[in-house]
Each structure stands twice: as C-alpha cells, then as structure tokens.
C-alpha cells in the first residue's frame, strides 16, 4: 500500500522542475548549412539536438549520423555538401514532444525509446528538453526514499 502510495505520487509529479530551458539546451536553425550544425554538435559534445525556427518553433532534430549519411558518396565523402545543403534537407521530424502539464508518466514511457524528449507550448514554441537522464534520477530519488 505504502508502495502503491509512493508510485502514484511519482506518476504526479510535476516536470517543470526537470526540465532543461531553451537558453541552456544546444540547437540550430533550419536553414543553418550543414556544416554549422556539424559544428555545433561537435562543440557541444551531444549527438542529437533539437532544430528550430527563427520564432523559435520546433521542427526537427538532427545528429552527427545524418549529416554525414547525408554527405556519403559512392567511395568518399563528398565534402562541399557540407555548405551546399541545410539543416531542414536531412533533419528529423519524427520528435517525440511532450507539454510542461503532462503527466510523469507520459514523460516516463516515451522516454523508453527516447534519450529526450522535447518540451513545446500550444503553439508548438520550444521551452526546453526533458532528459532520461532527469526522469531515472527521479525515479531512483523516490524508490530509494
Ligand atoms: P544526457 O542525459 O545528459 O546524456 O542527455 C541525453 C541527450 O539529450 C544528449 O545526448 C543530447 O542529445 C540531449 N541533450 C542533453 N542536454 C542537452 C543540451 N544542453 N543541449 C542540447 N541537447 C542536450
């Protein structure tokens, strides 16, 4: 019972305060060339991040992985792409979002399949990132209670 008790106010708890805001979270423009998002990604040291408009509207995600799928010849790879293509032609727009009043057990399950998940308003503006990381350190916070 207590165990019941325990597990459904985790399941209620609030996601603001896991969330990482739009000002601390890496990302780049859809009409960035390729090689500013490479750029990007290899200085900030993540493999994916999120990719906005300039009203800061989401739109997708890219990765180290399809850039340069994106840039792979036949034999080598084919360098000038890099400045030649943008960020929207090879971007992914398959994002997992979810809203700052969704349940932690929404957050919980979609972060089964997803390192993070993307945080937007109603009209789709990007607040923030909700890492798994942040969602297991809360649950180990409240198992070990
Ligand atoms: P972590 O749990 O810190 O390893 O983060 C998981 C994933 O979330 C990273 O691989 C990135 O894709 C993304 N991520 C975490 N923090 C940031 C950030 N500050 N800016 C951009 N992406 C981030």
């Known amino acids: 019972m207590v165990q019941h008790l325990k597990n459904k106010t985790l399941m ?4 603001s305060s896991l969330i990482i805001p ?18 990007v990604l290899i200085k900030s ?18 990765s180290h992985s399809l850039i340069l799928d994106s840039i792979l010849g036949v034999e080598q790879f084919e360098m000038e792409r890099l400045s030649n293509q943008i960020v929207s032609d090879v971007m992914n727009t398959d994002v997992p979002v979810i809203k700052r009043e969704d349940t932690f057990s929404r957050a919980l ?5 997803h390192p993070f998940l993307c945080v937007v308003n109603d009209k789709n ?19 070990h209670s």
Not at 45 to 62: N, R
Request: aromatic fraction near 4%; charge should be negative; hydrophobic fraction near 50%.
């Open 45 to 62: 040291g993540y493999t994916v991040i999120p990719v906005l408009d300039p009203s800061l509207k989401l739109h997708g995600m890219i």
């Open 12 to 15: 209620e708890e609030e996601l």
């Open 109 to 113: 399950n979609l972060s089964i399949n």
């Open 22 to 39: 739009m000002e601390k979270v890496a990302h780049v423009q859809l009409k960035n060339p390729l090689e500013h998002a490479l750029l």
């Open 125 to 143: 503006e990007f607040l923030g990132i909700l890492t798994r990381r942040s969602i297991l350190a809360l649950v180990s916070r409240f198992l």
